[in-house]
């Protein structure tokens, strides 16, 4: 597994967790784990809305 599959794994993790509010709170706890490129391997569109979608669903916010 590479760098940037296992930051984009722990954000899936990370967004399902119920524990974040927005990608922005998932770039800075990846950043605390020694995730220093999330950023960038965050940007794309269909990514970030999978993860916004994962992140409502886990805090109760509905489909």
């Known amino acids: 597994m590479t ?4 930051a984009v794994q722990r954000a899936f993790e990370l ?5 974040f ?5 998932l ?3 990846l950043a605390r784990e020694g ?3 999330s950023n960038a391997h965050l940007e794309g569109p269909a ?5 916004r979608s994962l992140i409502r ?7």
């Open 47 to 51: 990514l970030r809305k999978q993860l």
């Open 15 to 19: 967004a399902n967790s119920g524990g």
């Open 27 to 29: 770039r800075a706890q």
């Open 3 to 6: 760098a940037t599959d296992a």
């Open 57 to 63: 669903l886990a805090s109760g916010g509905g489909s």
């Open 35 to 37: 995730h220093f490129f």
């Open 21 to 25: 509010a927005s990608v922005s709170d």
